[in-house]
């Protein structure tokens, strides 16, 4: 029973030495629902919330293009309002607000057009970093790609304004549309932890 006593105590420490201080969650499918991991990701964040409050931060594409208000998105311009000039000083193009789903989740939707102009820059780096090759990748491959681009960038800029080196934190990056974003992050801020999870396996699905 002693044993077993010393062993429940020092799992719950390892658990408060592990749990994050802020999860970030990247996806193309953040506030824009064009497939399933949509629904991975809204039936999930009830729970996350309820952990993390609003140290939980999602971040997907500025992509409305529609008449009216975002069906999904209501912004909130009075949230991380003291980050914000510094993304906008770093000419990352952001609008902030809150997810309209079970939960409310902060969400931070990315205009990633601005990188239009450096794509050439962004994927010769990355092909003499890690060999990802895009010479033959279409819009539907380049597009994906530098929004995973500014995700990592404005999860860096958050982190240097807004967080400090004590602070643990997860940044979670869905399918290969947002890898990019996950490459970024290990070579510029090594001490974000990163995930990567692809929804077509068991463990994507659980």
Known sequence: ??????????????EQLIHPDYLFEVSWEVCNKVGGIHTVI????????????????????DTWKGSGKHPEFAEDKNLLASWRPHAEALGLKVKIGRWKITGNPIVILIDFTPFFTRKDEIFSD???RYKVDSLTGGWDYIEPALF???AGKV????YHHHLTFSDKIIAQFHEWITGVGLLYLNEHVPQIGTVFTTQATGVGRA
């Not at 029973?1 to 390892?14: A, G, Y």
């Not at 809204?42 to 594409?61: A, C, F, Q, R, Y």
């Not at 999860?155 to 958050?158: H, I």
Request: charged share 25%.
């Open 42 to 61: 809204t039936s999930k964040t009830l729970t996350l919330v309820n952990e993390w409050d609003d140290h939980l931060i999602m971040i997907g594409p």
């Open 155 to 158: 999860v860096e800029c958050f």
């Open 126 to 128: 990355l092909w003499l």
């Open 148 to 150: 995973g681009y500014a």
């Open 1 to 14: 029973e002693h044993w077993r006593l010393l062993q429940s105590e020092r799992l719950k420490k390892m």
